[in-house]
């Protein structure tokens, strides 16, 4: 592997030797792809017919006025086949699957939306797939492990560590080092060795190369702000990337938990609880000890709750290209809850982290000002937990008599 | 040196044997009783694992025990500390195992001076390919210690003459795809590519992953220089306790 994948210190390929020539191959058939137009015409058709691509951006009109400050913008990333931008690098994976000739493929996934992705793909294009998740995820995301097994997939349930998406990461990689000749391990974030970063990323750009065309197009200017949230960072990337050397500032929005003083969040980039590390393949900010042990993350989004974050993002960090902000589990129920009913939008609990921070800062800036949010995915999928957590008297009467039903 | 001490016993063994223990489990004291009964038992050399919370090489015998050892609250500290009290006590080579994160966040420069007070002789980071090494390499090349290199059987000729450019002391061969502690088919395609080890260096070869009984041992006598035996002394101390150590790794030769 020539390139390493460095993005100013960050990045790298810290691979044990059994899967280094796997990943020399992948970085050669990632790059031919890269620098082959057909593979992007091949992969925007797939989009454009399998899923929703281009999808659309939504004026919030309600919300705008509401706030009365800056004119929002909504990114429909939820109108991807299977709800979430996680197909756009699933499909674009599926393609390089096929290049590289291999039969099966292995997902680890947090919320579930990126395990539902790779099985859906899995699915169309003949693979064999496994899905490795944490069993805390298993428990809140049921609804998406009963369509993986509809899917075909096998869903492995990971009891190991801390049984969430790193604990699910490192259990695809222990298939992967078994398994390679015949699988890929579809990564779902622009996180890992390299190439995943940049390949995930490449993948997702297809989100922000829309987005800058259809502001321009309704609106004839840039937005002034963008509103991502990270967790792994690949939706952040996907939109920001086609607006880096624009005057726009980009915002990337982590999972605040309950609150980054008390220890019980999954902000890499803006508390004081992560530092440098090498782990899972590549070096960025961990949530880790002095000794380097990871630590326990929280986020009420499954999707956001993960120890590490995209190098890339890391690099922007540092230069300060990008902002990042955290948001608290109970601020995105509240934004969640406000969008519902304002705009009929339901994004995923992940994604309201973006619509969280966007409210904070809408109402001071000007009516002339544009903010796009990426809403990243739907989140009718998270009817477990959002009804948990508004406590919804009615759905809790729902689940009790569901299961005398099944108890008779 | 450690190759030349391998060398030497090897003009009296017919193979040596290397053991790996995870520090801390089931605690220090076990670990300390653990390894005299092996050094006891005739044990030529050891892997010290320092746990580490991702351990993505390994499998569940060896993942489970970084895993305990940490709920115990071992720290890289302490491991440092009884490294030291086992190199004054005993005396066969000792060398670190673990994932390149723990020598980093402890600081590379430090950690390998740390191993040069306590006599720890190497290490081996299966983590990190000599491509992302270079601080590593140097620092322990300062501190006169030997960073142990990996070949796995997807590693190329040409790949396994760049590894061992950079390995000291020996190679370690990984005998087949997968993690730790599954069983490993001793057959002629292993001899194959033992074979092609040997051609791509002339440091011994130390051969690990599914190695559990004297039948494995008796196969590579001839093929490599060295057994490596892991996670089975692991399932050993879990089923049947520290006492039942050393009776096994005599019975391996």
């Not at chain 1, 390929?13 to 992007?40: G, R, S």
């Not at chain 1, 890929?184 to 997702?204: D, I, K, N, R, W």
């Not at chain 2, 993505?56 to 970084?66: C, F, K, R, S, T």
């Not at chain 2, 299966?126 to 059987?153: C, Q, T």
Request: include cysteine; proline fraction near 4%.
């Amino acid at each position: 592997m020539k390139d390493r994948g460095y993005y100013e210190g960050f990045g790298g390929a810290y691979l044990p030797e059994i899967l280094i020539a796997t990943f020399d191959e992948l970085a050669e058939i990632f790059q031919k792809a890269k620098d082959d137009p057909v593979f992007w015409q091949e992969y925007v058709d797939i989009m454009s017919t399998y899923s929703c691509r281009p999808t659309p951006i939504t004026f919030a009109e309600n919300l705008t006025r509401h706030f009365g400050g800056a004119r929002i913008y909504v990114k429909r990333e939820d109108l991807n086949h299977t709800g979430a931008h996680k197909a756009n690098n699933v499909m674009g994976q599926g393609l390089l699957v096929k290049r590289m000739g291999k039969s099966r493929v292995i997902a680890e996934t947090g919320a579930g939306q990126h395990g539902v992705a790779t099985a859906t793909m899995a699915a169309r294009f003949g693979f064999k797939c496994t899905i490795y998740m944490g069993e805390v995820d298993v428990r809140r995301q049921r609804p998406n492990v009963f369509w993986m097994e509809r899917l075909g997939a096998d869903v492995i349930t990971v009891r190991e560590g801390t049984r969430i998406l790193k604990d699910a990461i490192n259990e695809a990689f222990r298939d992967w080092v078994t398994n390679m000749d015949t699988t890929h391990y579809v990564l779902g974030t622009a996180c890992g060795p390299h190439p995943f970063p940049e390949m995930v990323s490449f993948l997702q750009s297809i989100i922000g190369k829309e987005a800058r065309r259809q502001i321009l197009e309704k609106e004839n200017r840039l937005p002034a702000r963008i509103y991502a949230c990270v967790g792994g960072g690949s939706n952040a990337l996907g939109i920001f990337k086609a607006f880096l050397d624009d005057p726009v500032e980009l915002v990337g929005v982590e999972a605040g938990g309950k609150g980054l003083d008390t220890g019980k969040h999954a902000s890499r980039l803006c508390s004081q609880d992560a530092s440098i590390g090498v782990a899972q393949g590549y070096k960025t900010y961990f949530l880790q000890d002095n000794d380097g042990q990871m630590k326990e993350t929280h986020s009420v989004a499954a999707g956001l709750d993960y120890v590490g974050v995209s190098p890339i993002l890391a690099q922007f960090a540092e230069s300060g290209r990008i902002r990042f902000q955290a948001a608290t589990d109970r601020e995105v129920i509240d934004a969640l809850s406000l969008t519902i009913r304002k705009e009929g939008l339901i994004p995923a609990l992940e994604s309201a982290h973006a619509f969280a921070q966007a409210f904070k800062e809408a109402p001071a800036m000007s009516k002339e000002d544009i903010i796009l949010i990426n809403q990243s995915g739907r989140g009718d999928k998270d009817i477990f937990t959002v009804a948990d957590a508004f406590a919804d008297p009615k759905w809790q009467e729902f689940i009790k008599e569901k299961a005398e039903e099944y108890h008779a | 040196m450690l190759e030349a001490y391998l060398k030497n016993r090897l003009k009296e063994k017919e193979i040596l044997l290397m053991t790996h223990i995870v520090l801390g489990y089931p605690t220090f004291d076990d670990s300390f009783n653990i390894i005299e009964s092996m050094v006891n038992a005739g044990v030529d050399l050891m892997e010290l694992q320092i746990p580490f919370s991702e351990p993505i090489a390994d499998g569940p015998v060896i993942l489970h025990a970084n895993q305990k050892s940490l709920s115990r609250e071992t720290t890289v500290q302490k491991c440092m500390d009884f490294a030291q009290k086992v190199t004054g006590a005993f005396d066969i080579p000792f060398l670190f195992m673990s994932y390149y994160n723990i020598l980093f966040k402890y600081g590379v420069g430090r950690f390998t001076e740390a191993m040069a007070q306590s006599d720890i002789k190497g290490a081996i980071v299966p983590d990190l390919p000599p491509e992302e090494g270079r601080d590593y390499l140097d620092a322990m090349e300062k501190h006169n210690l030997v960073p142990i290199f990996i070949f796995s059987p997807t590693t190329p000729d040409d790949r396994m003459k760049y590894l061992a450019s950079f390995g000291k002391g020996f190679i370690y061969c990984v005998a087949r795809k997968g993690v730790t502690g599954v069983n490993t088919d001793f057959s002629n395609q292993l001899k194959k590519y033992l074979a092609r080890c040997r051609k791509a260096t002339d440091l011994p070869l130390a051969l690990g992953f599914g190695v559990k009984e004297k039948k494995d041992v008796d196969f590579l006598k001839g093929e490599a220089d060295i057994a490596v035996v892991g996670s089975q002394t692991i399932r050993l101390v879990d089923e049947e306790g520290v006492g039942a150590v050393g009776e096994f790794i005599k019975s391996l030769r």
